[in-house]
T-cell receptor, first 113, second 115 residues
Framework: GQQLNQSPQSMFIQEGEDVSMNCTSS?????WLWYKQDPGEGPVLLIA?????ELTSNGRLTAQFGITRKDSFLNISASIPSDVGIYFC?????????????FGKGITLSVRP | EADIYQTPRYLVIGTGKKITLECSQT?????MYWYQQDPGMELHLIHY???????EKGDLSSESTVSRIRTEHFPLTLESARPSHTSQYLC??????????????FGQGTRLTVV
């Protein structure tokens, strides 16, 4: 089946630093979504991408839909302690009513004050 | 702001008990999901539903069952809880967004501990 790869599993950065995460697949996807899960909570949608090459920002977060349709990137600039959490990517191959979301395994981000 | 609610948030229960985890959404979404997640780990889809009277098993086998009698309600039941069921259970819903497929909205989760 379709799989999304996120690595490394954990990232440790200093407050104020920028961080970049990527999500790759051996299959083409037509939609990419990025979610963040705070400790003890459910994932929250950060950014949705619908077109190859699309670059979308949400505050300090910027995500890009890879040109090959097989990857997506999330950048966080000037990190702060509340950026701590698990970042999941998700992709959809089909965009019809029966479309299925495939999730990556997530990257746990730690921010040192 | 997503309106999807799970109760209880935390549950500690003894082995062998029957439990039902509640999930309700007020967005009128047709599709609903249950995911199981161990702390800090990946999301595993265990059940989903396309609408009323529709239930399907997900990618991860689960001893739990679900029902969808009303659009807004998607409860998950464990007939006899075991320590191996200890985990976080996340409910989600989505609606078809035209040519853009679906975006899932998650509840806050239920942290289940079976002792």
């Amino acid at each position: 089946g379709q799989q999304l790869n996120q690595s490394p599993q954990s990232m440790f950065i200093q407050e104020g630093e920028d961080v970049s995460m990527n999500c790759t697949s051996s299959s083409i996807f037509n939609t990419w979504l990025w979610y963040k899960q705070d400790p003890g909570e459910g994932p929250v949608l950060l950014i949705a991408l619908y077109k190859a090459g699309e670059l979308t920002s949400n505050g300090r977060l910027t995500a890009q839909f890879g040109i090959t349709r097989k990857d997506s990137f999330l950048n966080i600039s000037a990190s702060i302690p509340s950026d701590v959490g698990i970042y999941f990517c998700a992709g959809q191959l089909q965009t019809g009513a029966n479309s299925k979301l495939t999730f990556g395994k997530g990257i746990t981000l730690s921010v040192r004050p | 702001e997503a309106d999807i609610y799970q109760t209880p948030r935390y549950l500690v229960i003894g082995t062998g008990k029957k439990i039902t985890l509640e999930c309700s959404q007020t967005m009128g979404h047709d599709k609903m999901y249950w995911y199981q997640q161990d702390p800090g780990m990946e999301l595993h889809l265990i059940h989903y539903s396309y609408g009323v009277n529709s239930t399907e098993k997900g990618d991860l086998s689960s001893e739990s069952t679900v029902s969808r009698i009303r659009t807004e309600h998607f409860p998950l039941t464990l007939e006899s809880a075991r320590p191996s069921h200890t985990s976080q259970y996340l409910c989600a819903s989505s609606e078809y967004n035209g040519g853009r497929g679906r975006q899932a909205f998650f509840g806050q989760g239920t942290r289940l501990t079976v002792v």
